[in-house]
């Protein structure tokens, strides 16, 4: 088991990362959505703390990701991949990244100029990172929707970009980003892709 990814395989921390971060992103999308619906009560606050804390925690996992990133290498693309599409994987990949960065913080913005708490699952209550105030309240919950919205639209190209790897250019893109090892995955060496 690699840890660290190689030059043809992401290690386990990587896909690790990226999976937690994908699942807590689908989750905080549904119950996002579904709770600004929700009727006055204590069903919808319960709601509001657990996006919150899920929230955070997905910031968090972004954050490591980042931080392991600097000490892990990317595997290399296949051979055959045009210069522009490594240029369009690189740029989309930064765009992940800043709106990873950019919708949870700007919740957090959100909380605390809101000037609501923001107990992490009961454990620890974090602090504000922002002063009370109305105006910035209305900025930040703005920039949290379309920061939100943006993500949506770019996780469904990203998503599509991989399916097109896997089934059209039949390359090991995507096998060797998936948590469990395909066929098409083992057949790639760390020697043959150097
Ligand atoms: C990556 C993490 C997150 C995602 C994907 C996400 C997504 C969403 C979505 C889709 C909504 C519904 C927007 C609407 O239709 O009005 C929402 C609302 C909200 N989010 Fe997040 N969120 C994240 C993190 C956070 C964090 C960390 C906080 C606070 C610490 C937070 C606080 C809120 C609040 C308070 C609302 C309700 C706003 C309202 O009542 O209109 N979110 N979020
Ligand atoms: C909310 C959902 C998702 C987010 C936010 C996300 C984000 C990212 C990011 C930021 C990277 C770059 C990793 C790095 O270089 O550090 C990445 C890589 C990758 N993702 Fe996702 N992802 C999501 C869902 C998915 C899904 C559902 C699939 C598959 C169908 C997928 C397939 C891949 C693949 C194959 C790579 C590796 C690309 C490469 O080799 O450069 N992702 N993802």
Partial sequence: MNWRSTHAHWGVLAKAFHWLAALG???????G????GMPLGLAKLKMY??????GITVLALVLLRLLW????????YPPGM???????????????????LAV???????????GF???????????????VSKPLAHLALTVHETAFWTLAALVLLHVAAAIEHHVRQRDAVLARMLP?????AHAISDGENP
């Fill in 82 to 100: 045009p210069r522009w599409q490594v240029g369009v994987a690189h740029a989309s990949h930064a765009l992940l990244y800043l709106l990873l």
């Fill in 104 to 114: 949870p913080i700007s919740g957090w913005v959100y909380n605390s100029a809101s």
């Fill in 180 to 184: 469990w090892r395909t066929r098409r």
């Fill in 69 to 76: 990133r600097l000490f892990d290498r990317h595997p290399r």
């Fill in 33 to 36: 959505l579904y709770m600004v």
């Fill in 25 to 31: 992103i689908f989750a905080l999308a549904a119950i």
């Fill in 117 to 131: 708490p923001l107990p992490w699952f009961g454990l620890v209550d974090l602090p504000a990172i922002a002063p």
């Fill in 49 to 54: 703390l657990l996006h919150k804390a899920l």
